[in-house]
Nanobody, 120 residues
Framework: QVQLVESGGASVQAGGSLRLSCAAS????????MGWFRQAPGKERERVAR???????GYTDSVKGRFTISRDNTKNTLYLQMDSLKPEDTAMYFC??????????????WGQGTQVTVSS
């Protein structure tokens, strides 16, 4: 059974840091393109970061230099290190697994999300 379980979301003040985790089961993340997405209330889901099978990473412009995506293949877990957080980073964060398409990942499997709230 394929499953993605996010954790690590919390309420923090602006300028703070969080590390999100996404534990995968039922498949091997190193065989997939893995991504982080987020959705704020009233807004569409947007991509945040992705890491390809080769380890190549990519970020949306608003998080470049502040967020770092990584994975631990031995733990079959995806991470998102978030530094210098801003109130506009407030959203539900989701991880997803899929395949490389264009310059990003498709999303075949989704987690249930973890809430990040950044106060000013």
């Amino acid at each position: 059974q394929v499953q993605l379980v996010e954790s690590g979301g919390a309420s923090v003040q602006a300028g703070g840091s969080l590390r999100l985790s996404c534990a995968a089961s039922g498949f091997t993340i190193s065989n997939y393109c893995m991504g982080w997405f987020r959705q704020a209330p009233g807004k569409e889901r947007e991509r945040v970061a992705r890491i390809g099978r080769s380890g190549t990473t990519g970020y949306t412009d608003s998080v470049k230099g502040r967020f770092t995506i990584s994975r631990d293949n031995t733990k079959n877990t995806l991470y998102l290190q978030m530094d210098s957080l801003k109130p506009e980073d407030t959203a539900m964060y989701f991880c997803a697994a899929g395949f490389w398409s264009g310059d990003w990942c498709t999303s075949k499997y989704w987690g249930q999300g973890t809430q990040v709230t950044v106060s000013s």
